[in-house]
Structures are given as structure tokens and as C-alpha cells.
């Protein structure tokens, strides 16, 4: 069985899915102010930054991300993150 999502992240992705984009931002900060090397909510801020056209920001939060990443010795998701900087 599938372990629970913590409710920061049910919250988030509800305010995603019904369009509340810059409520969902808020929502990511914060989980990151909490846990700060989560890998999936500084993916998600990222993406939802490059949505806003906030694409300085979305590459901070991607390489917080790739360096995780790295760290974990996952390098191949960490090159996805760090090219999708490039592009």
C-alpha cells in the first residue's frame, strides 16, 4: 500500500489542479522553509515558476533539486534537472 502524502503536498496539488497557481507557489514555499532538500516540491515550485514566466527563479529551484540529486547519487535525474536549466 501506498504510503499518505503529507497534507502540505494533498493542499498544494489541490491548488494546482484547480488553477490557483500563485496560491500553489505559496504552498511549495512553504514546504520548502520546512523541509528545504525536497527534491519534489523544489521540482514542482520550478515548474510552476516557469508557468508564472519566472524562469530565473524556476532554475534555482531546479538546481536545488539536480544538486539533491547528485547527493542522493542519482545523476541521471539530476542531468534532466540541470539541462531543463539550459533549455
Request: aromatic content about 6%; hydrophobic content about 45%.
Amino acid at each position: 500500500m501506498e504510503a499518505e502524502r503529507p497534507p502540505a503536498f494533498v493542499q498544494a496539488e489541490k491548488l494546482l489542479r484547480t488553477g490557483k497557481l500563485q496560491d500553489a507557489i505559496d504552498a511549495y514555499v512553504r514546504i520548502l522553509s520546512a523541509a528545504p532538500g525536497n527534491v519534489e516540491a523544489s521540482n514542482q515550485l520550478g515548474q510552476l515558476y516557469l508557468r508564472t514566466g519566472q524562469p530565473d527563479k524556476a532554475n534555482g529551484c531546479f538546481a536545488v533539486a539536480a544538486d539533491a540529486l547528485v547527493r542522493q547519487g542519482q545523476r541521471a535525474e539530476a542531468a534532466d534537472l540541470y539541462l531543463k536549466m539550459l533549455l
